[in-house]
């Protein structure tokens, strides 16, 4: 392999060399040795890149490292992730094993990130509510090589799935709808290997019977708590108290629409607007709870925070607009009515409903 190896691919900052695990023994399989040379060539791009002081870009291969090195130290029992230890206004990165003799100083870092509540008991977390990420054991997945997108677009496709499976047929028609049956399959099953490796876990891809789906046991994905939770919390009266703290919860998880940095693709437009609804739906019934105690300001903050998500939801600011005149900030109040008719106008061409133009003619007229 030439100069490459674990001596010659240092990662470091002047102060700690990144160590590499033990290359794969011989007679080890083509997958093995794939993965074990991507290793060497990320941690090698890696040290370049903090050769030319870029710092931050080295983090982010170096967390690809870690992904990659998922595979390489299973055959020894061991899990790799980050470690940053320089002192204050220097760093040093450096790929260590994250199993049982990890330091738990090293988990404090902020390269190894905090998992939601609801995440921490599967190792792959998966975020597609406003911008994707996707972390593995605690390291976030940074993408950009070009051969991951279809693994990646593969992986948000079967997100979408609720958990159920998808067909092996429906998965290759959406993803090459430009190519023929046979080599459309082919592409899948290269996709298929390709993000069974990405995410480290075997398992956690689950191909039976021609379908696929993601194995709940092992992902936890916001989209899927954000509906089962939608669905539970729907059940409650809206007067019930356990409603405020739960739904409140169950919120925090929509960050932004469903993909709403990754490129657009067909597929996404109508999960996107099934989310966004079911999002609303749940920020009704915590403001009528609101409502209902007489809690006007709680209630307006929660709306005034779904508009500058949301910024077409007309009903949303019919309710900003009530809220406002209800604690005395009338002038407020017609300035929100102002803001939904430029965003209706400049967005979609269109005006204000009725029930919009009169509500703001009600407070008009108030005294």
């Not at 972390?135 to 976030?140: A, E, H, L, S, V």
């Not at 916001?222 to 669905?231: I, N």
Request: hydrophobic share 40%.
């Amino acid at each position: 392999m030439g100069g490459i190896g674990p001596k010659s691919s240092p990662v470091t900052n002047g102060a700690r060399a990144t160590r590499a695990p033990r290359p794969p023994a011989p007679g080890a399989n083509a997958a093995s040795l794939d993965r074990w040379l991507e290793l060497l060539r990320l941690l090698h791009s890696a040290s370049a890149l903090l050769q030319h002081g870029q710092v931050s870009n080295a983090g982010e291969v170096l967390a690809q490292a870690c992904a990659c090195a998922q595979g390489v130290g299973r055959r020894w029992g061991m899990r790799w992730a980050l470690r940053g230890t320089a002192p204050r206004g220097t760093r040093s990165l450096s790929l260590v094993p994250a199993g049982r003799d990890m330091p738990e100083r090293s988990r404090d870092r902020a390269d190894v990130l905090d998992p939601a509540p609801e995440a921490v008991s599967a190792p792959i977390s998966i975020r597609a509510l406003g911008e994707f990420e996707l972390t593995i054991d605690g390291i976030r997945f940074a993408g950009g090589i070009k051969p991951q997108r279809k693994p990646l677009e593969l992986l948000k496709l079967l997100l979408l799935s609720d958990a159920g499976p998808l067909g092996a047929a429906q998965l290759a028609d959406e993803l090459w709808p430009d190519s023929e049956g046979d080599t459309a399959r082919n592409c899948l099953q290269v996709a298929v290997h390709r993000l069974r490796r990405l995410l480290g876990y075997e398992a956690a891809l689950i191909v039976h019977d021609r379908k696929l789906r993601l194995d709940p046991r092992l992902c936890w994905v916001d989209v899927w708590s954000l509906e089962h939770e939608a669905k539970r919390l729907a059940q409650l009266p809206i007067g019930d108290a356990n409603l405020s703290a739960h739904a409140t919860r169950v919120l925090r998880l929509y960050r932004g629409h469903l993909f709403a940095h990754e490129p657009e693709q067909p597929w996404m437009l109508a999960p996107r607007e099934r989310l966004r609804r079911c999002w609303l739906d749940l920020v009704r019934r915590l403001g009528q709870y609101h409502e209902l105690r007489g809690d006007w300001q709680r209630a307006c903050d929660l709306y005034q925070r779904t508009v500058e998500l949301d910024p077409l939801a007309e009903d949303i600011y019919r309710r900003v607009m009530q809220c406002q005149h209800k604690t005395g900030e009338r002038a407020e109040a017609l300035h929100t009515y102002l803001r939904c008719r430029e965003q209706l106008g400049a967005t979609l061409g269109v005006s204000p409903s009725r029930e919009t133009e009169q509500v703001y003619q009600s407070l008009r007229a108030a005294p």
